[in-house]
């Protein structure tokens, strides 16, 4: 037998100088260690029940933090610390980490084994890269930029528009108030296409980075969110350029996500109407046919109350008032027992609203132009007033009749903030309806001022009950048409007389236009 030598280790002893001796003692040392592993059957395996949690460093580079297998999974995934602060040094782009930063080396320091990295080889403890998925192109996202894009899923609510803008610049506070307010919206479906859509892709991380500052307001990186900003608006031009790519749900998805940036970026007055403008035009371009899967329907929906509050605004007519369009809204139509975003009575309250903008166009340019003395032209406008009266006191039916129906049960906070959304919409659109039938109906104008009168007043106790976290997106609406209708009330309650039909015509048209530019300018 050759003869073995035991190198003997003592505590107090002096340092050994061979480097190859130093390694022979700690493999001695490490032996029994070794052997307890594999016996135990966990050697070399990654350990399943610790879920890697992603913190930022301030060097920009993403770094797993094991979490306890005990820890709520429930947390909400923004995490908003004193440490973000770091991030204004820095301006790198979360899709640019090289495999150094976020792939195998990464990896391999944190002690995943070299073999379960290698391509093909997933036998490692039976686990392979692809199950662990550790590092999604949305979740290296996310972790940057510390928030979920589906926690703002709210800023797709029907009642967003131009007036948000202001809103939220006064007081950036609001949007994290409403953080986690889940609601039906296309941004569910946006990280299953991050990585794998440039123009998505380009659009979430502009989006991201300027939900990030809006909700930190010591946090500032000015050219990290102009050079995301570029770059998405690049990348949407190019691909809106190309016939190929322009009708594609993804170049649509883009438009409504730079929306969303234009919501919380008051510096450019006209640029949210650009992108809502631009929205119509792709959906125009790729007609109703094309809005089959759920993503395209939920691209659709997202877009209609944008659209219906810039025609009001802009006194436009709006396309979805054309049959196509509102069959494909009717066909987004599920049957539930609470009320939802895709309820029928949700769905058949804003149907009602497409008419509106071209009616009200229509009244204000017969008002104002020669029209005014068409008494034919005068009693087809008031046709259209009158069914358009009739269809929003039949849905006040309906919804009292699902209030009475759900009397002994007990709905969820949904269905009761969507109750207070759909009233409120329902009021103060009624108001506006009756406004525009007692302007081309005068012999019925002090009637229909008194019912006018009373809805107005109807809305303002509105206001003072208890009302959901977002309620600020629709309230300034309510509020604004509740206002105006106070403000104009001697000139719509007066009884006057007149020698003349030339005097009373032109009394309907300076009463019409001083109420019509009060409101429009309130919106």
Known sequence: MSKKSFPFILVQGPKVDDPCARRIIRKQAMKDVGEARKKRGNY??????????????????????????SSDSSATSLNLTKGDSSDSTSDTDPTEYDDEVLGMGTLARKGVPVALLQEGSGRAGGISLAAINLFSSYETARAKFRIDLTDLSILTNFNVGKSTIPILSADPTRLACILGQHQWSYLQFVPSLYGSSEVVTAATNCLMAKAKTTLIPH???????????SKALRTLQAAISNEETCAEADVLCATQ??????????????????????????????????????????????HIGPIVSECLVGNTACYLEEAEWTELYRSLILESHFLHDRSPLTIHMRLLMFPLPGLWHDVGEAITGPELNDDHALAQLEQRCRNSHRGFIDWMEDYKAHCVRLSL?????????????????ALECLAIVKRLLATVCDAQRM????????LAHLILDLQKQPSPKHSWLFSGHEFGVAYTVMLTKDQ???????????????????R??????????TG
């Not at 719509?492 to 309907?508: F, I, P």
């Open 219 to 229: 946090y500032s990186c000015k050219e990290l969110n102009m050079r995301l900003y």
């Open 492 to 510: 719509w309650e007066g009884q006057y007389t007149y020698s003349l039909d030339e005097e009373r015509r032109m009394a309907v048209r300076t």
């Open 447 to 454: 009637s229909l001022e008194k019912e006018t009168q009373a």
């Open 44 to 69: 070399g395996r990654v350990n399943m029940r610790q879920m890697p949690e992603f913190e930022e460093a301030t060097t920009c580079q993403i770094r797993p933090v094991v979490r306890s297998a």
């Open 409 to 425: 049960a007990s709905p969820p906070p949904k269905e009761l903030a969507l109750r207070r959304e759909l009233f409120g919409s």
């Open 257 to 302: 996500l730079l929306s969303l940036h234009e919501l919380l970026d008051p510096s450019r007055d006209t640029a949210w109407s650009h992108h809502i403008s631009g929205s119509a035009r792709l959906i125009r371009h790729r007609t109703p046919c094309r809005f089959t899967s759920e993503f395209e329907k939920a691209l659709f929906a997202a």
């Open 512 to 521: 019409y236009n001083t109420w019509s530019n009060t409101l429009r300018m």
